[in-house]
Nanobody, 120 residues
Framework: QVQLVESGGGLVQAGGSLRLSCAAS????????MGWFRQAPGKEREFVAA??????YYADSVKGRCTISRDNAKNTVFLQMNSLKPEDTAVYYC???????????????WGQGTQVTVSS
């Protein structure tokens, strides 16, 4: 059974940093494209970042502030977020899929999400 479990969310002041983790079981992350998405209250889920091998995509809204990385030995993918803004407040989801993509339909497996709240 495939499971993706996010952690690392929380409450942080604007300008602060968080590191989200996504631990996988039942699949080998190095064989998949990994993505991070987020959903703010009242809004649709949107793309944040994705990585497959050495190829990386970032949403314009987070470019320069976020870094997606993976630790294959731990079967875990990370999202380092710096210079956080109140508009980054959302539930953050990790996802695994066969193709590197920015649209969520390409991802087959999803975690339950972790809440990030940025106070002004």
């Amino acid at each position: 059974q495939v499971q993706l479990v996010e952690s690392g969310g929380g409450l942080v002041q604007a300008g602060g940093s968080l590191r989200l983790s996504c631990a996988a079981s039942g699949l080998t992350l190095s064989r998949y494209a990994m993505g991070w998405f987020r959903q703010a209250p009242g809004k649709e889920r949107e793309f944040v970042a994705a990585r497959s091998g050495g190829s990386v995509y970032y949403a314009d809204s987070v470019k320069g502030r976020c870094t997606i990385s993976r630790d294959n030995a731990k079967n875990t993918v990370f999202l380092q977020m710096n210079s956080l803004k109140p508009e980054d407040t959302a539930v953050y989801y990790c996802a695994a899929g066969s193709l590197l993509a920015t649209w969520q339909q390409e991802y087959d497996y999803w975690g339950q999400g972790t809440q990030v709240t940025v106070s002004s």
